[in-house]
Each structure stands twice: as structure tokens, then as C-alpha cells.
């Protein structure tokens, strides 16, 4: 990790929760972190506290966990012991991932007090989806921190073209840096076809359409044999929805809660698709992980992933019951030689374009990781 005359850089990682309950957004902080390591870089996580942070704790490895204590509603997240943590931790960077919550008025702050590299990723949340919900508070959080936090920010990051725009329109900022996450490593390319099976990994959330899914498939002439299985995790409240809705799909469809590690790869490699029928996203690290498992992906526009499309990774629908209904009925029954080209297909994204390594040198350049060529530092608005 370095020695006395050259220690590692610490680079901090900032965001609202370091559980499931952040998301997609907990699994990209916890591969950054992975990949900082592998820098040769120390990575330290900042977050607000809540009911899983101590069982998620471990995905982060070895790297120190810090975990501040909210005070008043939830949502703003407001926690007076963040700031304190960051400035004591010493650290040479500062990544924010996520906004509209009180981890980027604390972020700002420590970006004015120490003068060194801040750096915001906002995960899709500048997303025309996102912004239109919850109108006042997102107005507040602009007026109270968010506003001050962009101009703070010695580099903005996008996941995707797309999502650059999205910060440009809103930041007034267009000088994103666009790099991608990264994928896990890629399993062997598969040989054989697949049952009819369709996967959905993420959270249980409004945004990700959900009820459409369970629409379309009662709605699909579909194989006999054909399953969808759907994993991840919500409020109580977004979770009742849904099973309500699988209730009825009858036995083909099942809900079977928050999946982790072999569990999650097993589902993954028995899928033929995966499945993601968003409204709003970032870039979809289901997507990524089941492309790294050679499944293909059924995708719609709000997943701002068209290599997939234009490589022959995945299938394209809309929003609505009846797009789905079309893709579905596409995906599981097509011939399978077509299958094991989109497998391939998939896998070679998953080697190259979303490669860890691929990805881990474009961050290691704007950390100023030894790997990189050019320090976090001389990177400028």
C-alpha cells in the first residue's frame, strides 16, 4: 500500500448510504473502492447511518467505514458529525457520489476548508425523471448547498453521454469527465442456450417500472417453461405493490427479495435475459453484471446503454406494458444460435468497453493513483 516517504493517497468516498438502501449506487461506491485498492490507492468510506450499514459494511473489505448519525427527517439526511469525519481523515481527494442530500453541503464544506480535489458523481439523479420528483425540495437543496457544491467541485463526472447533458443542463458545468462503471469480471462466454428465464436485479422503486413488467408478462404469448424471477429490495410500501402484482401473475412469476453474491451470479448465469424496463437510470450495474455473465439484456432508453443495442447485447423496448410484452416475446423465443451471438455479444462488452481494467485506468488518471498519468490535482473545472 506504500511506505513512509510515499504513503498511498486517500481517497474518500462519500455518499448517502453505504448499504443496499443506496442501490445501484452502494455496489459502484463499493467496486470503487475495490478498484482504488487495486491503484494502489487507500480508500475510505464516508456515509449517514441506517439499519443495514453495519451488515453491508463488509462489501467494502478492509477499507474503514465511517458512519454518521442522523438528525431530523431522513430525506435531507442531515448528519453534524459527517463534516468533522472528513476533515480528520486527511484526505489528498474526495468523491461525492449521489446529490440533493445533506452529503453534498458536507462535501462542499470540505472542499473550501482544505482547497484540495472534489470530484461528484451524480449517478443519474440530474435525470429529467429524477429532478421532476419532489420539485421543492430539489429547489431547496439547490438554493441551501447543491448549487454551491457544483461550483466547489474540481471535476464532474457523468456514467454516460446522455447523463453529461443532463449535468450541463443542470450545473450550467460542460466539462463532465464521462467514464462508465465497470462491470465484474466476465465469466467464460456461454456455449449452451438457456431455459426461458428472465431476471430483474435492483431496487423495488417507482422508477424502475415495475408494474409494467408484471403487466407484460401476463400479457405475452410466452413458452410454456418461461420464468421471471425478480430480486431487490425497496420500502415497504413500493414492495407490497409489487407482490400484489407477481400474486397475480400466477405461478411463472416470483419475488424473491434481496440477493447477494453466489446467490445473485447463480441467478444471473440461468437467465436468458435480464431485464430492466426503467424510467430513469444512471448506468445500470444489473445490466453490466449480467452482460459479465454473457446474459443479454432487455432494455429501454432510459438505461442509456445503446452500445449494448448497436453490439447486439440487447434488445430494445419501451416503457409500456405492450413494448415489453413485444420483447419479451422476442427474447424467449428466439432461435438460439441468435441467443449465443448476443451472449457473446455480451461478454465481449463486458471484457473490453466495461472491463474493470479498462475503467480503473481512467480513475487512476483523475485520482492521481500511481497508475495514472495525470494527479487529481491539475484536473480543473
Known amino acids: 500500500m506504500g511506505n513512509p516517504v510515499n504513503p498511498p493517497r486517500r481517497i474518500g468516498l462519500l455518499t448517502a448510504w453505504a448499504s443496499r ?3 445501484g449506487v452502494f455496489e459502484a461506491v463499493a467496486a470503487q473502492a475495490d478498484m482504488i485498492r487495486a491503484q494502489g490507492g487507500e480508500p475510505l468510506i464516508f456515509a449517514l447511518d441506517e439499519p443495514h450499514a453495519e451488515v453491508d459494511r463488509a462489501r467494502f ?23 468533522p469525519a472528513l476533515l480528520a481523515a486527511n484526505l489528498d481527494c474526495l468523491h461525492l457520489h449521489g446529490i440533493w442530500m445533506y452529503p453534498s453541503r458536507a462535501g462542499m464544506l470540505w472542499a473550501r476548508a482544505t482547497d484540495r480535489p472534489y470530484i461528484i458523481s451524480p449517478h443519474g439523479m440530474m435525470d429529467p425523471w429524477i429532478t421532476a420528483r419532489g420539485r421543492w425540495k430539489k429547489a431547496a437543496a439547490r438554493i441551501g448547498y447543491e448549487r454551491a457544491s457544483w461550483r466547489a467541485a474540481t471535476a464532474l463526472h457523468a456514467l454516460t453521454p446522455a447523463e453529461a447533458a443532463d449535468m450541463a443542463r443542470e450545473t450550467g458545468r460542460a466539462d463532465a469527465v464521462v467514464i462508465p462503471n465497470a462491470g465484474p469480471a466476465p465469466s467464460p462466454i456461454p456455449t449452451e442456450p438457456r431455459a426461458p428465464h428472465v431476471a430483474y436485479i435492483g431496487r423495488i422503486h417507482p422508477k424502475k417500472n415495475l408494474g409494467a413488467l408484471v403487466q407484460a408478462w401476463r400479457q405475452a404469448k410466452l413458452p410454456p417453461d418461461a420464468r421471471l424471477t425478480i430480486a431487490g429490495w425497496g420500502a415497504e410500501a413500493d414492495v407490497a405493490l409489487l407482490q400484489a402484482a407477481v400474486a397475480e401473475a400466477g405461478p411463472t412469476a416470483q419475488f424473491i427479495g434481496p440477493i447477494y453474491g453466489q446467490a445473485k451470479q447463480a441467478l444471473l448465469a440461468g437467465a436468458r435475459f435480464t431485464i430492466l424496463p426503467s424510467l430513469s437510470e444512471g448506468l445500470p450495474m444489473a445490466v453490466l453484471e449480467g452482460w459479465a455473465a454473457g446474459t443479454p439484456a432487455i432494455i429501454t432508453p432510459a ?14 423496448c419501451g416503457p409500456d406494458a405492450a413494448s415489453i410484452a413485444a420483447a419479451l416475446e422476442t427474447a424467449l423465443t428466439m432461435p438460439q444460435t441468435e441467443w449465443l451471438q448476443m451472449a457473446g455479444a455480451a461478454h465481449g462488452l463486458a471484457s473490453t468497453r466495461f472491463a474493470a481494467a479498462t475503467v480503473a485506468a481512467r480513475w487512476a488518471e483523475l485520482y492521481g493513483l500511481p497508475a495514472g498519468r495525470q494527479s487529481c490535482d491539475q484536473t480543473t473545472p
Open 21 to 23: 438502501a443506496n442501490g
Open 61 to 83: 473489505g478492509d477499507a474503514p467505514v465511517s458512519l454518521s448519525r442522523v438528525i431530523g427527517p431522513a430525506q435531507m439526511g442531515f448528519a453534524p458529525g459527517l463534516l
Open 303 to 316: 438505461c442509456h446503454l445503446p452500445e449494448g443495442l448497436s453490439a447486439g447485447a440487447a434488445l430494445p
